[in-house]
């Protein structure tokens, strides 16, 4: 039997997308926040699914943009922190609702918290860790398999009747369907509204789109890559820091050293660490690469982005974006 103090419980189609120096300092802060005392609303889960990179289908949003309520700034009051994860001031919206709550030391690692009371934070089967005692004695004498769907609604209705905070951080964990859904492709179904078990997600998609039989769920997830590249970092750090990005649901700022394997440079920390704490102060995803040997790493978060931008004292990496980002260029 596990006897560690804290347990995080994922699925296996969750898989880890930050670097292991991060990680750690996310899973520490965690169990700093779950081991924080306060009789009023302790926290009792801090969800791990990565707040800018969470993967497909990401059903909160679905339902917000198929049903427009993007458009009147309509909101679900119980999925309120699942809004985190594609809004970049639903906190500053609802400052009674969802607050900072980042643990002691947080600010020095570049890492952010939010919490809010479970009436605005729907039970999730997310990636989430737990105190294993209160998950032992509270939680888990719900956790009884029968079935999936009839455990997660009976969970789900304990849940919501409880008095505790939850907290969601900048995450680690990216979800990709094990049935072969990946990140931006939109989902359809069939519902069967005679069928008493249907899954809740699918009830509620169906409704917004008032649709008695067939829906076609859209993915809204534009994507923005900030390339900042030699000595241009405060520059671009300046540009960066003004800008509108509401409509973005991820923003990558990557930063590109000129370092070889193994090798440190005084002037790049320097821009790394004003960059990180750019990005962390508006909940950007951060990135440092080595062009020289991950370059092909670099090909892969250039693509997955609608947009990108590219601040260089060289023209070859404009000229390598302008020419279809051939690696050859550069």
Known sequence: ???????????????????????????????????????????????????????????????????????????????????????????????????????????VRHIKFYCSNVKHAEYTNNPCMY?????????????????????????????????????QGDGLFLHERVDGMRVGQAGSGVVQTDEEEEDMWTRDIESALSSPRVLTVPVFSPRVAFIVHGGSEAGAGAEIDVLDLKFFRHVEIIFLSEAEEGEEKEEEDRATRSLRALASSHNFSFTQLRWKIEFQRLQELVESCDVVNVWSDSPLWRRWLAEGRDPKVV
Not at 61 to 77: I, T
Not at 141 to 166: I, K
């Open 131 to 167: 105190k294993r005692d209160w998950l032992v004695a509270s939680l888990g004498r719900h956790l009884e398999w029968d079935d999936f769907n009839t455990m997660e609604r009976r969970v789900a209705s304990w849940w919501s009747q409880q008095n505790f905070s939850v907290a």
């Open 1 to 107: 039997a596990c006897s560690t103090r804290f347990i995080v419980l994922i699925e296996e189609d969750f898989s880890l997308v930050e670097e292991f120096e991060r990680a750690s300092a996310i899973l520490l802060s965690s169990m700093a926040l779950l081991s924080q005392m306060s009789s009023d609303h302790p926290v009792r889960a801090v969800r791990l699914r990565h707040r800018k990179m969470p993967g497909e289908p990401l059903w909160v949003e679905r339902a917000h943009y198929s049903s427009g309520a993007h458009l009147s700034g309509e909101v679900d009051q119980t999925h309120l922190l699942h809004y985190l994860h594609f809004s970049n001031d639903v906190d500053v919206r609802f400052p009674k609702s969802i607050q900072d709550c980042s643990p002691a030391g947080s600010e």
